[in-house]
Nanobody, 123 residues
Framework: QVQLVESGGGLVQAGGSLRLSCAASGRTISNYVMGWFRQAPGKEREFVADISWKGAWRYYADSVKGRFTISRDNAKNTVYLQMNSLKAEDTAVYYC????????????????WGQGTQVTVSS
């Protein structure tokens, strides 16, 4: 079992930045694809970004490309999401996710989820 705990959410003005962190426990994440999803009010949860075991590949949703950066530190069992140039439409609950294996989580349901952290961008 992998437990995931997100932090770093909050209220920020449009154009600002936030860095989300996801601390994993229970197992080392070095063999897990790690990622972030988000869910805005009244909308379905959507993929944001993910990263392979050693960071060899990273995928991003078109809506965040060029603004968000995902990274990981396997020694700290932590994954990050740096969010720059935030927009009001980025407002959502952001969820950390983990999945065993080598496939991107763009088209599958992750095996593990965190509880989520709220990000609110004021315009």
């Amino acid at each position: 079992q992998v437990q995931l705990v997100e932090s770093g959410g909050g209220l920020v003005q449009a154009g600002g930045s936030l860095r989300l962190s996801c601390a994993a426990s229970g197992r080392t994440i070095s063999n897990y694809v790690m990622g972030w999803f988000r869910q805005a009010p009244g909308k379905e949860r959507e993929f944001v970004a993910d990263i392979s075991w050693k960071g060899a590949w990273r995928y991003y949703a078109d809506s965040v490309k060029g603004r968000f950066t995902i990274s990981r530190d396997n020694a700290k069992n932590t994954v990050y999401l740096q969010m720059n140039s935030l927009k009001a439409e980025d407002t959502a609950v952001y969820y950390c996710a983990a999945n065993e294996g080598v496939l991107s989580m763009r088209s599958l349901i992750p095996g593990y989820w965190g509880q989520g952290t709220q990000v609110t961008v004021s315009s």
